[in-house]
């Protein structure tokens, strides 16, 4: 394993506001579950959660812009969050977590209506048929989601991809839930300046390849 790789790794385990519990430590009970803003952030701040955070552009981006809200990257790429980790360390960030582990265990980390907003950038589009339920916008993810969050929580999802975007939308209209906002292309439409203001890794690579970028924002 490259070098820096191994230094990101090893760092992470010291940074007091990453967290990357073992599975046998969530079916045991996770020590923050239903405790995040007493123990953690020591505030009653609303959560703001990024689904597959890879190095945590979004997350660090809005708690500068949202001191008064709580912020918590996921993903499973522990060498990618080093990015964000260190950011918000260097910042003096009080508002920012990160766990390292899959979207799929978020049930074992929050407990219900712990989380408010959930925010889901340029995720894997799994194009094939056979893992369209392991995409972040699948009925089987909206159902986990659900077991987190307050009533009426807002999803934002920002892609290139139009596959995934379109499935999204399907979902959303078999769900029927209510579509707050939703643009094929972010850079055509007023209002949206703080969407496109803060852009992630990937969004970048898009954008340079010529990508229009599409959002939404849900209920759920
Ligand atoms: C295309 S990258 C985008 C990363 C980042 N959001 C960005 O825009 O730069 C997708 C990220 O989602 C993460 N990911 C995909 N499925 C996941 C899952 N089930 N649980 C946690 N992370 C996941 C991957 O590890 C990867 O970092």
Request: glycine share 8%; charged share 25%; hydrophobic share 40%.
């Amino acid at each position: 394993m490259a070098k820096r790789k191994l230094q990101h790794f090893a760092e992470n385990d010291t940074f007091p506001h990453f967290f990357q519990p073992y599975y046998h430590q969530l079916i045991e009970g996770f020590e923050l579950k239903g405790r995040w803003r007493d123990v953690f952030f020591k505030n009653q701040n609303p959560i703001t959660l990024e689904l597959g955070c890879g190095k945590g552009e979004f997350t660090t981006g809005l708690a500068v812009r949202y001191p008064e809200k709580n912020f918590i990257g996921i993903d499973i790429k522990g060498a990618r969050m080093w990015r964000g980790a260190k950011t918000s360390q260097e910042a003096g960030m009080q508002n920012v977590a990160f766990i390292r582990g899959s979207v799929e265990h978020i049930g074992f980390l929050f407990a219900a209506g712990e989380v408010d907003e959930l925010w889901i950038t340029f995720p894997d589009p799994l194009p094939n048929k056979p893992k369209t339920k392991k995409r972040l916008t699948s009925p089987q993810f909206l159902e986990r989601y659900r077991q987190i969050t307050k009533p009426d929580a807002t999803i934002h999802l920002k892609t290139d991809n139009d596959g995934f975007f379109e499935y999204s939308l399907e979902v959303i209209r078999l769900q029927q839930l209510p579509l707050i906002a939703c643009t094929f292309d972010l850079d055509k439409e007023a209002g949206l300046t703080e969407v496109s203001a803060i852009r992630t890794h990937y969004e970048e690579m898009f954008r340079a390849k010529g990508a229009a970028i599409k959002y939404l924002k849900f209920k759920l």
